[in-house]
């Protein structure tokens, strides 16, 4: 499985970006996307995740009410949608494919393969 994580770029704060993952190669019947970020200086955390039947949780709570998460399932695509941004939202964004288990985690151990990372950098 690879995945492409895009959509990232340069925006004032209260702007809105979108990013995307897409997978390609093999996929599987369940499996789970997750949402990270690591900003300068910072460790990676985990945003949030969402699974092939559209079910997604946030763990950061400062990005409940402006984040949302969606599948398009005839592309393999998620999708992160960032509204509200803030500076402190400036970061390299990552998605990850979590294969085993039943269930979303945070923990970045977890997960199996990872995107890129995309660069999302919000000016004040």
């Known amino acids: 499985v690879q995945l492409q994580a895009s959509g990232g770029g340069l925006v004032q704060a209260g702007g809105s970006l979108r990013l995307s993952c897409a997978a390609s190669g093999r996929t599987f019947g369940r499996w789970f996307t997750g949402w990270f970020r690591q900003a300068p200086g910072k460790e990676r955390e985990g945003l949030g995740c969402?699974?092939?039947?559209?079910?997604?949780?946030f763990y950061l709570d400062s990005v409940k009410g402006r984040f949302t998460m969606s599948v398009e399932h005839a592309k393999n695509t998620v999708y992160l949608q960032m509204n509200g941004l803030k500076p402190e939202d400036t970061a390299v964004y990552y998605c990850a494919a979590k294969i085993i288990g039943l269930s979303c985690s945070r923990y970045e151990f977890e997960y199996d393969f990872w995107g890129q990372g995309t660069q999302v950098t919000v000016s004040s």
């Open positions: 969402i699974n092939n039947s559209d079910g997604a949780e």
